[in-house]
């Protein structure tokens, strides 16, 4: 039964208690008047009655903090993510850091969050917001940080009773595909850039090249993660993205190339003159590298002089396109997939293989090349390449004359040729001269190091005529009133 005790407390107040819905003695605080903690015990009573049979539900842990500042709430969440609330339980690094306090703040102010009962019900105003940045031409990826940072929240609230249950948890992900890709820089690329690249600069590519390490990675490493004894990098699972210890191995050449830079304290010096004009930039200690806080910008300078286009059908360049170049070079290089996982630290092999491995074209097509040698009867192999370009057709030409040559020194042969021109018409128009050829023992045996199209080898030439050799070997640089002349003598010996 519900009561209160005869005698107040210290400070003038009663003490009731009553029986909860399971039985059990609840006492509380009351008022300075006795008959009115009295009626509160009573009423209180009255309740948990109501919910032991039934007609009332019991109340939530969380019920009690609905008035609670959401201010205070987010203080402690940003506190525990900075004790441990990254992977592992390590502490969030700081680029995740700044970013979810900034995230947070907005959604503070578009919501206008005040105590944390205003996050009950809050799915189709939060909806309605991620739909404003969706028409204002946010990507996909930044309107799911959005999303998720507001979604983490309420999960952590949720394990800690502050409450009852996710009002976000129907809350739909975003497609995250990019709406532009990077691409894979060639050999050729690479040189250029480091061609027009200051030293502190070329150095900072170079490592980014040969080890896919992201900009705040990079930034990170001080004089004491070069390993000269290994040969590499030590890393560190404080500022990693995989938030693990590791070790990224360099070409020795940049190994020596960083301890002379080292040497040098130009990154520090570096450092310093930018902290000039940036008053919020952290200076590290004994830097191994000097980083430029806009990255892209600088690089992007760096491309327009070494005359490399920034966008092209296959993708764009920018910093982070130096990971995707490394690791489309190492799989390039033979590394199996595993290897390739492990030197790039992603947790899963469809990371690398699927969202940084890129293709090249040519490289298909050279492949496809090997694998018609491997399988196909020589026989059977179709003798039209098709190639394009000015010096593709000039190879066709000359072994299309080369071919000439041999039938008119051999006495003709029966094929298709036009004197001044010679006229590549397909398959019909080769299949009478290799007949020919073939009469004179002139077949292109398989080991022929000549262009593909062509039906003879020097080799073989070589045997026959010594002379025709020569002609054949310099028939590329004759001017077309040579070439007129040598087919118009060999004719008249005909």
């Known amino acids: 039964m519900a009561g209160v005790r005869n005698k107040p407390n210290a400070n003038g107040k009663y003490q009731g208690w009553f029986l909860n819905a399971n039985g059990n003695r609840k006492f509380f605080t009351g008022t300075t008047k006795k008959t009115e903690t009295k009626k509160i015990a009573k009423n209180l009573e009255d309740n948990h009655h109501q919910i032991k049979l039934g007609y009332r539900d019991a109340p939530s842990k969380s019920e009690k903090y609905k008035k609670y500042f959401i201010q205070e709430i987010v203080d402690s969440y940003i506190a525990w993510g900075q004790s441990q609330g990254g992977r592992g339980g390590r502490p969030w690094s700081k680029v995740h850091l700044r970013r979810r306090k900034a995230v947070l703040q907005w959604w503070q102010d578009n919501l206008a969050l005040e105590v944390l009962g205003d996050l009950h019900d809050c799915l189709p105003a939060v909806e309605k917001l991620l739909r404003k940045l969706q028409s204002d031409g946010k990507a996909g990826k930044t309107l799911q940080n959005y999303s998720e940072t507001i979604k983490s929240i309420c999960n952590w609230c949720v394990k800690r009773n502050y409450l009852s249950t996710n ?47 992201r900009v705040n990675e990079l930034r990170s490493l001080t004089e004491k993660h070069l390993d000269e004894e290994r040969g590499g990098l030590v890393l560190q699972a404080n500022w990693t993205k995989n938030r693990k210890d590791g070790f990224q191995p360099l070409p020795i050449g940049l190994v020596r190339d960083l301890r002379c830079f080292i040497d040098s304290k130009e990154a520090q010096g570096l450092y310093h003159k930018a902290s000039g004009h940036i008053v919020s930039l952290e200076i590290p200690n004994n830097p191994l590298l000097y980083v430029p806080t806009k990255t892209a910008r600088v690089m992007d300078k760096d491309l327009k002089v070494a005359g490399i286009p920034k966008i092209t059908p296959d993708g764009k360049i920018d910093f982070h396109a130096c990971r995707v170049a490394y690791i489309t070079f190492i799989l390039e290089a033979g590394a199996s997939v595993k290897e390739a996982q492990e030197l790039a630290r992603h947790s899963s092999p469809n990371l690398t293989m699927n969202t940084y491995a890129k293709v090249r074209k040519n490289r298909l097509s050279q492949l496809a090349e090997k694998v018609g040698k491997t399988i196909l009867p020589q026989n059977n192999r179709a003798k039209c390449v098709l190639e394009s370009g000015e010096e ?33 018409n397909g398959f019909q128009d080769r299949r009478t001269s290799r007949i020919s050829l073939a009469n004179k023992g002139l077949m292109k045996s398989d080991s022929c190091s000549c262009d593909a199209i062509c039906d003879v080898t020097c080799a073989e030439v070589a045997k026959t005529d010594p002379d025709l050799m020569k002609i054949c070997q310099a028939w590329g640089s004759l001017t077309e009133a040579k070439k007129m002349a040598i087919m118009e003598m060999l004719k008249g010996k005909k």
């Open 392 to 424: 593709s057709q000039e190879k066709r030409h000359n072994s299309l004359a080369i071919n000439e040559l041999c039938q008119l020194k051999n006495n003709g042969g029966g094929g298709i040729r036009t004197p001044g021109t010679f006229r590549y």
């Open 167 to 213: 009002p976000l948890s129907n809350l739909q992900s975003f497609d995250i595909t990019p709406k532009t890709v990077r691409r894979a820089m060639v050999h050729d690329e690479i040189t250029r850039l480091l061609e027009v690249a200051p030293m502190h600069r070329k150095l900072l590519y170079s490592v980014a090249f040969t080890t896919g390490l």
